[in-house]
């Protein structure tokens, strides 16, 4: 089973970007995708998640800027980031659970200028 993440980039404060991660070679669709991030010096941190349907949980921090959804069809989740902020800068990582293995994405890098 892999997730390929895509989407990060760079982008001025007050920028938007869409990351997408796309799970393949699995029979099953996840029950729980999300994001984490990790800034450099910081542990990984949960950004966001969603179970199947439409059950989302946020970090304090990006609530009411970010929005994660999925599309089950394609085993796919994105978050959309809007107002980016310069703390919001890291590598970002997908995530999919399905019990009892939890499955990580390589990473994108996200750089937020001030």
């Known amino acids: 089973v892999q997730l390929q993440a895509s989407g990060g980039g760079l982008v001025q404060a007050g920028g938007s970007l869409r990351l997408s991660c796309t799970g393949s070679g699995s029979s099953f669709s996840f029950t729980v995708m999300g994001w984490y991030r990790q800034a450099p010096g910081k542990q990984r941190e949960l950004v966001a998640t969603i179970v199947s349907g439409t059950n989302t949980n946020y970090a304090d921090s990006v609530r009411g800027r970010f929005t994660i959804s999925r599309d089950n069809a394609k085993n796919t989740v994105y978050l959309q980031m809007n107002s980016l902020k310069p703390e919001d800068t890291a590598v970002y990582y997908c995530?999919?659970?399905?019990?009892?293995?939890?499955?990580w994405g390589q990473g994108t890098q996200v750089t937020v200028s001030s």
């Open positions: 995530n999919g659970f399905f019990s009892p293995v939890s499955y």
